[in-house]
């Protein structure tokens, strides 16, 4: 009887141990979460370049963001529009600064974030879950993130489409993409830039699905808290 107590004693010490070395290691990956203001989409909505417009695709921040365990954050959608009343990206996410999952400060600033000084990398352009997304040399290759910008962070003049009719088409236009692990065909300019390196085109019109994958997208874009 009393061997058996003891062995029951034990074993819950045992498992209250194990609880709270778990706890003691979710405390800070929770923590993390809840400070990140900065992450690329580890999905899309799934079609093309129909983001469902500007408020579809903060939407589509905001609920990753929650799902990943951070709230309580406005999250605005890197992406500019085209035409009357055009937005420019740079206007839409806050003053900064910027951290992603595991508290890297990517961009102090606005400025910071357009200048040759921010941390946007490969490494540093995680996931809401902390993930890297492939880039160039992986399988498959999800490094073109959608932006509809200029390096500036301004919109494109209205005239060629570079927005996927302004985050609406998931068929004919066009989107220009940035690479967020700043590699490329060369070491060119827009090559090696995270928010303007070439716009979108594929068989199917250029803002299918299907056409954001064949240059090396999957329709991912870039979430920053504005508040």
């Keep these: 009887m009393e061997g058996t107590r003891m062995t029951s004693t034990v074993r819950v010490s045992l498992l209250t141990s194990a609880a709270l070395l778990a706890l003691g290691f979710a405390a800070p990956a929770q923590a993390q979460q809840a400070n990140m203001t900065f992450f690329i989409t580890s999905e899309g909505p799934g079609k093309g370049g129909d983001l469902g417009g500007l408020a579809g695709a903060d939407a589509h921040c905001t609920r990753l963001a929650t799902a990943a365990g951070t709230t309580g954050k406005?999250?605005?959608?890197?992406?500019?529009?085209?035409?009357?009343?055009?937005?420019?990206?740079?206007d839409r996410i806050g003053k900064g600064p910027w951290q992603n999952v595991k508290g890297t400060v990517v961009a102090a600033s606005v400025a910071d974030l357009h200048s040759a000084s921010n941390k946007l990398s490969k490494e540093n352009s995680l996931s809401e879950k902390g993930a890297v997304i492939n880039g160039r040399g992986d399988t498959p290759n999800r490094h073109d993130i959608l932006t509809g910008s200029q390096a500036d962070g301004t919109a494109f003049p209205a005239g060629d489409d570079r927005t996927c009719g302004n985050w609406s088409s998931s068929t004919t236009g066009a989107a220009m993409v940035g690479h967020h692990d700043r590699v490329g065909l060369n070491d060119s300019a827009p090559m090696l830039s995270w928010n303007s390196s070439h716009p979108s085109r594929g068989p199917g019109g250029g803002c299918t699905q299907a056409d954001l994958k064949s240059t090396g997208g999957d329709g991912l874009f870039y979430c920053f808290a504005a508040n």
């Design 74 to 90: 406005t999250w605005r959608a890197y992406l500019s529009t085209q035409g009357a009343n055009a937005v420019n990206a740079k």
